[in-house]
Structures are given as C-alpha cells and as structure tokens.
C-alpha cells in the first residue's frame, strides 16, 4: 500500500496488523481466529435487544460505570480498578501509550507472541526488545526477569497463556516478572485465560505496577460487541482514563455496555460454554495426535499443532479447499510448521478431523 506524500512519516513507519480472515463466503468450518463456538448468553442478547429499545437517542454513560462496578465485582475487586475499552485491543493501545513511553528505554515482550504488541510500538514510538521463548516454546521467564533486572526497559508486556502457542505460565512465575520490574508496569494479556490458566487478577492488590488485561471476545462469546478490560491500582486505572478521554469520553455504547454487563452477570452460560470448549480442546488433540501431529499443550481455546511430514502453508491450504479455515504464520521462521486451530463445536472439530484424515 502506498502512502500519500500528505501524510506525515509516521504513517509510512507503522506496521499495521493483518487480522484473520473474516470469510465472506457462508457454510465454512471457520476455525481461524479463536471466536467461541457458541453464541453469547441469551441474557446478554436480551440485555443488547431491550437496550436497542429503550434510550439509543441518549449518549451512553461515558464511565461505564454499571459495568465496571459488575466486572470488578466479579474479580473482588473496586470498580476504579477497572477500566474498559472497544475490545482489549483498544485497552492494548492506551495501555501502550500510557505506560511504555520511556526515552527510548525498550518494552521487553517475548519474541513470539502476539503480533499487535509490535503494531502498538510502531505507532507509539516504542522499541520493542524481543525475549526469544526456550527450546520447547515457552516463554523464558528468567530471561526475561534477568533483563528486566538491569533496569532501562519500558516495562514488559507479554500474553498468559501465550499466543499463538496456546501455553500458560504459572501465578509463581508472574510474580517473578513482578518483582524483577517493580519500576515499570508489567501487562499481562489474560485474553484466553477462562480456558484453564491462572488469572493475576487475584494479584493486583498487592502490585502496584501490574496491569492485567481481559476481552469478552473469547470465553465470553461476544467478538462482535467489542468489549474489553483491564484491572490494576487505581493510579493506572487513572492513567488509562486520562489517556481514553483524550481521544474520545465514549468508549463503549450503550448495547456494549448492557450486553457486556449480563454476559458477567451470567455465570453459569459462561462456566457451561467455556468447559464444553476445554473439553473439545482434549478430544481435538487426542484426535490430532493420532493423525501423527505434535500438539502443544494449550490452556487457551485454541491448539498450536504441526505435522512432521507435512508443510504448514500446503496444509492450511489444503484444508481451505475442503472449506476448512485455519491461520498459519509464515513468519517468525521458527513457526512456520505450526498450524493455529481454534477449537470449534464437536461437528466442526469433527469435520477439521475428517479433512485431515483425507490430507494427511
Ligand atoms: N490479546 C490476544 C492475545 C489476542 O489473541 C486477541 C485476539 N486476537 C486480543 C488480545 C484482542 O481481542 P479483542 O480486541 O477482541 O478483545
């Protein structure tokens, strides 16, 4: 893409994402951007249709008061610990710009992780420092808490579990990031975190420089409503407002509030639908495992897979033509073996199974 001599360098240095593929063709098994499966509760459905009815002509709560007082009731916590935005993502971008900008000094993220991360350094000026992950594809923790120890850094950003290697980290190893960087702020991008990791939420009252980060886009079922959160003290929390009301006073409207409000109020959907996916999680790698694929273990609602006789690229290709969708990485190198497989309904892990039998 070109960019016009009118605009300024900056946009000729960014380095936008590229999303998923958002099929515009019906009746694909779409397993290639972690959507959940299953619809969203029917009380947040209800909760979106009755706020459709009643009061659209009004501008909506700037706060989002009632829905930060739900969610941190959730967590136990105080509703100025919480902050929400459009989608994590958006919460990402202010988070970036409110915490990482420090004179130069490098955001140390692991090397492979998720790829927005390097987007919002881009755009905000900061220099990423990548942190390659271990020989088994975790992430290394002492390595990055011995760095971060050295001082000069702009904190640490990484993604728990990872993406898109679906692996978690223990609560212990959080806290050693936290200590070895009491001076910056460490995120942590909990965006798969209900499929069987540990939350540091529980963590934020004893650590001042912790920010945690969460989307309705997963265990929640609501990608389209584009809601997410963060949780941290209140002087963060502070800091994202200030940053939030400087671009716009409205981040969510009012159907993102009140569906995103009955989506937490809703335990029981939420437990129900998260297991069925972690359950079809175990099923889809013992399958995969008999077709002869490496599978990573995964907290997440999705598996990191690849086939040691068969070429990443040629197989999401493959599977394409049988009207299946998967995301593959061609870069970093050290993936590009590796499919990503969002983990489906039973008949759509079944369908990716059968298509598999047929490829491989
Ligand atoms: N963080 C991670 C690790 C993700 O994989 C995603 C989804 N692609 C997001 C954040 C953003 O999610 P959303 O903007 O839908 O909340």
């Known amino acids: 893409m070109t960019v016009p001599s009118l605009c300024s360098p900056v946009v000729g240095r ?35 249709e009755a706020a459709a009815r009643e009061g659209l002509q009004l501008y909506p709560d700037p706060q989002s008061l009632a ?43 692991p090397d492979i992780t998720y790829s927005f991360y390097r987007v919002y350094c881009r755009l905000w000026g900061i220099a990423p420092e990548l942190q390659p992950l271990d020989e088994g594809l975790a992430i290394d923790v002492e390595r990055i808490a ?37 001076q910056r702020v460490v995120l942590v991008d909990e965006a798969y975190v209900d499929f069987g990791g540990e939350s540091a939420v529980s963590l934020v009252p004893r650590y001042p420089n ?27 929390i502070d800091a994202l407002e200030r940053v939030k009301d400087s671009f716009n006073s409205y981040p969510l409207d009012r159907l993102a509030q009140a569906g995103a409000r009955a989506a937490y109020e809703d335990v029981a ?16 790698a013992l399958a995969l495992e008999d077709l ?19 070429d990443g ?24 073996q590796y499919l990503r497989i969002s983990v489906g309904t039973p008949a759509q892990c079944d369908a990716l199974v059968r298509a598999l039998q047929a490829i491989v």
Do not use: W
């Open 14 to 48: 960014l380095e936008p994402y590229v999303p998923g593929e958002q099929p515009r063709i019906a009746g694909l098994v779409k397993l290639n951007t972690n959507e959940n499966p299953y619809p969203p509760s029917p009380r947040a459905v209800a909760a979106i």
């Open 67 to 109: 829905l930060r007082e739900t969610i941190a009731a959730h967590h136990g916590l105080e509703a100025g610990q919480v902050f929400v935005g459009n989608g994590s993502d958006e919460v990402l971008a202010h988070a970036f710009f409110a915490f990482f900008q420090h004179a130069g000094q490098p955001l140390l993220m």
């Open 146 to 182: 011995a760095r971060a120890a050295e001082g000069a850094c702009a904190g640490i950003v990484l993604a728990n579990p990872n993406a898109p290697t679906g692996m978690g980290l223990p609560l212990s190893q959080i806290e050693r990031l936290l200590a070895a960087c009491p």
């Open 210 to 236: 912790l920010l945690v980060v969460h989307t309705l886009s997963k265990s929640r079922s609501l990608a389209g409503l584009r809601v997410g959160a963060a949780f941290g003290q209140r002087p963060l």
């Open 269 to 284: 959907y939420f437990d129900e639908t998260r297991r069925a996916v972690m359950h079809s999680r175990e099923g889809l």
């Open 292 to 310: 002869g694929f490496e599978v990573l273990p995964s907290q997440a609602n999705f598996l990191f897979v690849r086939h040691p006789a068969h």
């Open 313 to 336: 690229a040629r197989l999401a290709a493959a599977l394409r033509e049988r009207a299946v969708l998967v995301r593959h990485f061609a870069r970093p190198e050290r993936i590009a």
